[in-house]
């Protein structure tokens, strides 16, 4: 019989199976047919969809929204607010052989703050997301992607730069953009962006 999850703060649908170890955080949702394998630790808010695979080990922050179909493979960890769309993946081996035994060699993906991932995009293992990165549906991600970037295709090049709303940011001779949603500023100086407003 399955454990009452609403006692433990968080809620899991009948079918999602959550093997031992695991830190779940208050109000964090998981759907139907997901699992959560052992030793994961899952933030306050999270929303995991359904059919999700969450392998040993990963870490999630706090209101991480995780869409149908997902697969987060040891060796990942998302920070706050990351957004990971449906059918898309992490590998963490870069050179796989089912012949050969690669487990205790699994490589280190970090998704910073509030990076969006979009649906079937790929995100190749060792390659760290940075904070409000945008990755475009069906981008294969093959190197690291600067903070506020947007990438797309495959393998996946810059194409811009986003807001931490999600809004295309277009700059000016001076290096300034602002978002039209937020009204925030932002400096494009030596190839990277930071907010100023």
Known sequence: MKENTSTLGYY???TAVIDEGCEIGEETKIWH???IMSNCKLGEKCNIGQNVVVSPE???GDNCKVQNNVSIYTGVICEEDVFLGPSMVFTNVSNPRSAVIRRGQYERTLVKRGASIGANATIVCGHDI????FIGAGAVVT???PA???VVGNPAKQLGWMSEYGQRLHFNEEGIAQCPES???YKLEDGKVSKIG
């Open 130 to 133: 940075g904070e409000f990165a």
């Open 12 to 14: 899991a649908h009948e």
């Open 58 to 60: 990963v870490i999630l």
């Open 33 to 35: 047919f997901s699992h």
């Open 148 to 150: 506020y970037a947007l």
């Open 143 to 145: 190197k690291e992607v």
């Open 183 to 185: 009204m925030k500023k």
